[in-house]
Structure formats: structure tokens, C-alpha cells
């Protein structure tokens, strides 16, 4: 059993998590998996996190892990699409493997950089991109590939599912519920990767490229957030029978790929309606496997390290057999962005109106002009000469939709269009 | 890209349905997966479905099979130990891979044809044999190895699932759910493997193995089934905060490994407690992963066919790499089973007994004697003299309330221990 050498990038959360599992199951490797990995270099911004983590001596700098022709597999955990570019780059044209947690650099640059790896003939896994340590991509790119898979929902942001869950369970408002998240050190000093939704398109252009077998890039997607929503929202969804739920959706269609990300209320009885606080969860849909999803910790330094560290073992088990890559990038077709105008869906609007007669009748007016059909519509919490009229529409086109609200807007009695949330069911 | 010849044995619900997805997705497979498979031989007792396929000019016997040396996975759908044992050794001896969906055949002699399939160099896939279309052998197999697994809870038997939903939801009895899964296509004429646990104990000793790295075989798994369990039951639970769920459990103890199936009271905030109908999930505790769960069809010709084909398209994988297995047996410890009489946990229990002063003090002083301490009891249903006494304990020791369980079924005043309930929490 010869040893497979590792050198890791960035000792945050992640990365010292990485450290203390090799640390604590070694042993356990050798003999349940069949492999030696053994830590060798590693490096950081700061000394200072190598010297807690009792490998003070392996702190070296990039150069010198570029230039080390013993190390066999990179472990990327930088982040973001900068200097981590550059280290999968240089790693993978010098023949070493990469595992990379970096949903950013793989949703926007994942075909070039597996592109890279394949001409190089080394791995580059990235389990740990998407769903903290929910096995997804493996079982997409293994256990379900009889499948032709027609749609990928995801709850893939912890962040934003920990303070709808606390809006909706505790009434918080959307500042009280972000307070409370960073006080818990769920959100950062600047939230706004997590609650405007760019975290999870670039998830949702992780999975959509494998599931769909063609490449999806974070610019496909347009995410919406989850700022304007209220816990009178969460109320009204409740009694509707819905949960909402920060959705990246990704779909098969005959006119292309519907992919977007945006607050969405889903039937409490569906599975992804009752996955709370903290936790992730995938919604795959294949045409014989059917309705599958995949549960867990989205986040946190255990869960993804788990997914890190799965993917080193793999790696270097096949390195161990000898062999090169078996499943690289799984791109072979190439389908158009069907563009967010062309969806048909049912919308939840809440409009904040001066509170007078004649209101009702012209926004309503406005939607029947634009071939928006309603469903139900409710005033709720007229305050201060203001109030609510929340309308919930049948299927309609979203084009007709942005149209129908841009006139109710404009209109002397319209406070603003104060939420708009897409229904699934 | 050479082609991969298969064989099938079985043409039921699952291999009509592998004959299916092959059927269809040739193309899907070359171009997405990179592999040419091509189905060339099938047997069956009869030869009536291989014609409604269109493949009766394939339709051979079993020999021509095991003697054809071009066939290169062999595709085991019969199910049982008898002539589907016979069938997996003489296809792996002869050095052709297997992929089987057999759970009773991986419960009892798994262990014995890994080393057999290792031996060879080749394959034995059996993903299809634990919880349908959902993966879950694969992720413990790859994903999740940088784990050490303390736990596995499923519920892996989707009958006595969609029976306990229509108990619970509809106030069916379980007769009427029985009948109802029988005409539904659910549940066999004889359900004895369904309602009294032994497919659920099949799977969860595949899990168990893989999970704890240990061989765990169906003897070592004494199960209890559902047909005790009453509607009043489920009421009861439900309104203590609980679901009953027939639970396949797992768990790594410093005793040895704990396994049972059982009736299990789950809280209805667990992931597991609002799986229902037909649908099967499988909850995994890692030590960096935490709590996952997978969730998906837990039978039926689609889904269990994903995972057949799924394995069959793994492993043309390999051989186009030109590469033997990677991962074979994963058993490389050899862990005791703790007795089930060591098991502690929380009971609920009801007895039935003549509705007539002193009963709840004889009973409840049988409990004390034998060092089980009450937590609650509720007395419901006099009806014709009788009445039932709905106990719930704090954590007991499983032989000490066997004990006094036997005890309590001996007195005059005791009609019968009608039901016997254990907790998670």
C-alpha cells in the first residue's frame, strides 16, 4: 500500500476540519478503505491556525506544494475565484489530483478547469461544492445515471433556511432573524451571498450541469432573495397549506433548461417543506428512479470536511489501482437557458395599498389586462391608511406577470409590489 | 468503446423493467455515461414476458448463459437463496460480474460470495437490494468512508409503510390496510416477509455491514412486525408528539453492534416520522457528517431498476477503464452483536386487562419489581368488561421488561400484552 501524499490549501472552518479527520481515522483508513493518506504540506494565509492544529511543521508556501513532484492530490480550500484558480490550475497542470470545496470557482469555471484535468488525466472531485457533506454529486454522476433526471430542487442554502425557519417558527422579523444568524455564526458581516441567492445559484449551476449533461454556468442563473420576506408572508403561506423555502430549481423542458433561484412556496406535504433550520436537502427527480432526495447538514466544518476527505479517499483509491479517471466532466450535450421571461407558473403577490375604495378593482384590472388570471385574493392588516391585498394567481407566463406588476406599481394607490413568491406544486 | 454484453436472469417486475431502461437509453448511456451495454441473453421460468418485451429472440437457458464466455456482467433478478445463489457463483467463478438486486441472498451469504467475486477479480454489484431506486449502498461505499457510522435507522419496507399511513391517516385496521395493500399490488398473498419484519431485517443486516465494517448476516437480526399495532395505537402515539414507523436499527454500541426491527414510536419532528405511503428512507449518523437521510422509492420496476442499471453501468465503466473492482468487501473488522436482552430504551406498552378495581396496582407493582420505571399511563376503551392500560417508561433494560412483561401476561386480571412499542428519541 503506497502512501498518496496530500497538501491542503486554506486552514478556515473547512480545512481544519480536513486536518482532524485525517488525523483522527488514519488508522482507520488503511484498513477499512485500503489506503495511506498521509498530510504533507499545507499552507494558509495565516501560521497561526497550522500551530493549533499541531502541524506547524508542514506549513510551507504554494510554491513550494506547486513544485513538490511527491504530493499527489491538492485539496483547494480557499475559496472564491482568485488565488484558488490559480492553485487548481497549477496543481492540475502539474499532474496532481484536486478536491476542491468551491461551489464559486466550479459554477463558473468547472467545464475549463475538468476540461484541464482531463487532458492531464488527474481527478478534480468536488462533492463538497454543493450540500456541505450530502453525498449529491457522486450519486448524480454514479447510482443514477440510468436516469434521465427531469428536475433538481434544492434547499442549498443553510443560511437562509435557518432564518426562514425562525421567522416562520418565532414570528422574527427579516433583520431579527439575520442578527440572530450571525450570532449563532450562520451569516457573515455581509450577508448578502447567502440572502440574495447567490450562493445557491452557483449550487444550482453545479448540480443542473450534471443532472442536465451540459453545462450550466452561475451567469445562468438570476437569484432572487429572500429580503422582502415577511413573517406575515410565512403566516399566509401556512394557512394556504405552503411552507416558503429559499428553492434553487433546475428543470429539463422541452425548450431548454428552466434554472432559477428565488423564495418559493411549496405544499407543506412535500418532503422539502419540513427540512428546517441549518439543514440542506435535494430534490431529484428521474424518469425511473422516480422522487428521490438527499438530507443534511448543508454547512459547518464536520459535514463538509466529511465530503473533502470522501473525496481524497476516492482518489486515492483509484491511484492505488492504478488507474486514471473513470468519471470525469459529464457535460456531452450542449442545451439552451430557457429564459426566466418564458416560465408559467402560479405567483403569491402582496401588494401594500393606500387603503381606499377602488383600489381592489384597478389592480385587479391590471392583471386581467395582462392575461394574469386570480385565483384568491385577501386584505390583510390595514394600518396607518395602509394595507395589504395579497393575491394568489393561476398559472401564468412570468413575462405577463413583470409586466402586469410594473403598471400596478406605478399606480397612485400602490405603496409597492411589497413580495413576490413563486408557487411549485 | 467496446460493447458489454449482459445477461439477465429474471424477467419480473424488476427485469422488465432493467429491459426497459436498457431499451431506451442505449444512446442516453454511450454518449452521457461513455459505455455501449447490449443486453444479449435472458432466461426466466417462463418465456411469455421475454415476447411481450420483444427479446424472445434472446430467451436462452441458464447454461448457454453460464457457458457464454462474450457475457460479461450477469444480471441476477430471480431473488431468494435457491437457484439465484447457484446462479451468482457460477457466474462469478467463470469471471463474469454480477450485479443482483437480492437482499436475501446479500443478508445470508454475502460475505461468502464477496470473497468469491474478489477472488475472481470481478464485480458484485447489489444496490437495487436495500431501500429501490434510492442510492445508499453506494454513498457508505464512497461518499461517506471519511465517516465513522454510529447509527443507521430505515425505514426500508415500503408494505408495512404505506399499511401503518393508511392506519394512521384513514383509522384502517390492520386488516383492511393489508387488504388495501394487496389490492394495490403492495403487498403479497402470503405477507408473512412484509408484516413480520424479515425484509426489513435483510436490509438493514446489508447496511449494517457496510456501515460498521463488519459482517452482519439476517441470523444475527430477530424481528418484530406490525400486526399487533392498532389504529388506537397510532392515535395514542400521535398524541404523545409520535409516529409509528416499522424502524430497521443499527447502531454501534461499546458492546458490540445493537440490531432490531421493530415497531418504533418516532418523534414527529424526526425526518423519518413523515416519510409515508410506499416511500422508503434511510437516516445515516456520521461522526464529521451528522444526520443524513435519503429518501426515495423504496420499490417497484422503475426505481429498483435504476439501481440494477445504475450497477450495470458502474461497472462497464470499469471494464472500459480496463480495470478490476476498486471496492469490494468493506467487512475488515469483526464486531460482537450485542443480545437484544442488553438493549435500554423507552417502551410503550398496552396491555389489555378486565376493567375491574386493582388491576393498574398489581400491574404497575409487577413493572417496579423488576426495575421499570413508569413514566406515564393512560387507561382507554372500557368496553365489555375490558379496558386498555397504556403505559410509557422511562429507559428500561429490555430483559428486565421482558421479564416482567411475562409476569404481567400471567395475571388473572391481564387479558393479554397486546402491544409492545419501543422509543427513539
Request: aromatic share 6%.
Amino acid at each position: 500500500m503506497r502512501t498518496v501524499k496530500l497538501a491542503l490549501f486554506g486552514l478556515g472552518t473547512v480545512g481544519s476540519g480536513v486536518v482532524k479527520i485525517l488525523q483522527s481515522h488514519k488508522e482507520d483508513f488503511r484498513r477499512h478503505v485500503g489506503v495511506d493518506v498521509e498530510l504533507v504540506a499545507c499552507t494558509s494565509r495565516v501560521r497561526d491556525e497550522a500551530v493549533n492544529l499541531g502541524i506547524a511543521d508542514m506549513f510551507t508556501t504554494a510554491e513550494a506544494i506547486f513544485d513538490n513532484p511527491e504530493i499527489d492530490i491538492v485539496i483547494e480550500l480557499i475559496g472564491g475565484t482568485g488565488f484558488a484558480r490559480e492553485v487548481v490550475e497549477r496543481s492540475l497542470r502539474s499532474g496532481k489530483h484536486v478536491v476542491t470545496a468551491n461551489k464559486a470557482l466550479m459554477a463558473s469555471c468547472g467545464g475549463e478547469l475538468l476540461a484541464l484535468a482531463a487532458e492531464r488525466n488527474v481527478n478534480l472531485a468536488f462533492e463538497a461544492s454543493v450540500g456541505g457533506g450530502i453525498p449529491i454529486i457522486s450519486p448524480m454522476k454514479h447510482s443514477l445515471i440510468s436516469n434521465e433526471i427531469s428536475a433538481v430542487l434544492g434547499i442549498v442554502n443553510g443560511t437562509t433556511n435557518y432564518m426562514l425557519t425562525k421567522m416562520d417558527q418565532e414570528g422574527l422579523t427579516y433583520d431579527d432573524a439575520l442578527e440572530d444568524a450571525r450570532r449563532k455564526g450562520f451569516a457573515e458581516a455581509d450577508p448578502s451571498a447567502d440572502v440574495d441567492g447567490y450562493d445557491a445559484a452557483a449550487k444550482i449551476a453545479i448540480l443542473a450541469s450534471i443532472a442536465f449533461n451540459t453545462r450550466v454556468t452561475i451567469d445562468d442563473v438570476i437569484p432572487e432573495g429572500i429580503r422582502s420576506i415577511t413573517p406575515a408572508d410565512l403566516v399566509n403561506a401556512r394557512e394556504m397549506g405552503y411552507a416558503i423555502k429559499l428553492l434553487a430549481i433546475a428543470r429539463r423542458t422541452e425548450d431548454g433548461i428552466d434554472i432559477r433561484v428565488h423564495p418559493t412556496m411549496l405544499p407543506l406535504s412535500h418532503p422539502l417543506a419540513s427540512v428546517n433550520g441549518v439543514y440542506n436537502a435535494i430534490y431529484v427527480i428521474g424518469d425511473s428512479v422516480g422522487e428521490t432526495m438527499f438530507f443534511g447538514e448543508g454547512a459547518g466544518s464536520g459535514p463538509a470536511a466529511s465530503a473533502v476527505v470522501g473525496d481524497v479517499l476516492e482518489v486515492a483509491r483509484l491511484i492505488n489501482a492504478g488507474v486514471g479517471p473513470i468519471v470525469g466532466c459529464t457535460c456531452t450535450d450542449s442545451l439552451p437557458i430557457r429564459p426566466m421571461s418564458e416560465l408559467v407558473t402560479k405567483y403569491y403577490i402582496r401588494l401594500s395599498v393606500i387603503d381606499q375604495p377602488g383600489v381592489l378593482a384597478a389592480t385587479s384590472a391590471v392583471f386581467g389586462n395582462h392575461g394574469v388570471s386570480i385565483y384568491s385574493m385577501i386584505q390583510r392588516g390595514s394600518f396607518a391608511g395602509s394595507a395589504d391585498l395579497i393575491y394568489v394567481t393561476h398559472r401564468a407566463n412570468e413575462a405577463n406577470m413583470m409586466a402586469a406588476l410594473k403598471e400596478i406599481a406605478k399606480l397612485d394607490t400602490v405603496n409597492e409590489v411589497a413580495a413576490i413568491i413563486r408557487l411549485e406544486d
